[in-house]
């Protein structure tokens, strides 16, 4: 009996290591984007993607998630909502890592559902402002160095609609640069295409939620089961769509075989 009782303890024992570490574990996906239209002074640079936070810690005051992203020595960070999670909403500890990481780099923000869904949207914006975040609603920047110039475009999160060509268009995305999208969701690629943007960077996928080695994510918002974007970099025609698997959970609690990550994306001109 008392050996059964050890034998059961050391699988729950082992399975709740499984579930922390598949939940906690910071990992980095590194990607290189080449292109001729890349000016030569952004040959090298780096841009950070943070995305679907969803209100997760990870250490005290987010050290280890800012600690992950300063290894990664970042010329650009770029959040693709969902910092916060509708359901157990918790904007302080979303700002504890946003007062620390625009010490790091230019940080630049689009909303997310979560975000939206929360009817609090004009606050978070407010407060992410207020500590230097560059947030973006339907526009363009442009974003300079050593005199050349890349085109940066961020765009609402619809909420219960499609990210349509309509609304790029009003974003003023030029056609003669190059150009990076910030978006939430991943499943309106097509759109990013028919726009002519370069690369997009999406979340909302969450990896899949669960991924099944070999075959990759079960579930994704938008997209249902067996998903077709849920992590890595995808391409169509010019187009390149880079989707994190994200950072934390909403709705379902757990991940499994799907670490969270922090996207590391280097420009090469050529």
Do not use: C
């Amino acid at each position: 009996m008392f050996k059964k009782l050890v034998k059961y303890f050391l699988v729950i024992a082992s399975l709740i290591v499984f579930l922390y570490v598949n939940n906690n574990w910071l990992t980095v996906s590194n990607h290189i984007v080449e292109s001729s239209q890349i000016p030569a002074s952004f040959d090298g640079y780096r841009i950070v993607q943070v995305s679907d936070l969803h209100d997760a810690t990870f250490g005290e005051n987010q050290q280890r998630l800012v600690n992950k992203i300063q290894q990664e020595k970042p010329d650009m960070i770029v959040i693709t909502g969902d910092i916060i999670d509708s359901n157990r909403y918790d904007l302080q500890n979303s700002l504890d890592l946003i007062d620390q990481i625009v010490e790091l780099a230019d940080v630049y923000y689009v909303t997310g559902n979560h975000e939206v869904a929360t009817n609090d949207v004009d606050r978070i914006k407010e407060q992410l402002t207020a500590r230097g975040v560059h947030v973006l609603s339907n526009e363009t920047l442009t974003i300079e160095r050593d005199g050349e110039t890349i085109s940066l475009t961020g765009i609402e999160d619809p909420l219960m609609g499609d990210v349509s060509t309509d609304m790029l268009a009003a974003s003023n995305v030029p056609s003669d640069a190059f150009t990076l999208l910030l978006a939430h969701r991943p499943e309106d690629f097509q759109a990013y295409v028919d726009a002519g943007i370069d690369v997009t960077f999406s979340g909302h996928a969450h990896g899949g939620q669960f991924r099944i080695p070999f075959v990759g994510g079960l579930v994704a918002p938008g997209q249902g089961y067996f998903p077709k974007f849920t992590a890595g970099i995808y391409e169509q025609d010019q187009s390149k769509l880079i989707v994190s698997r994200g950072l934390g959970n909403s709705i379902i609690p757990i991940r499994l075989f799907n670490l969270p990550e922090i996207v590391v994306v280097t420009l090469k001109s050529n």
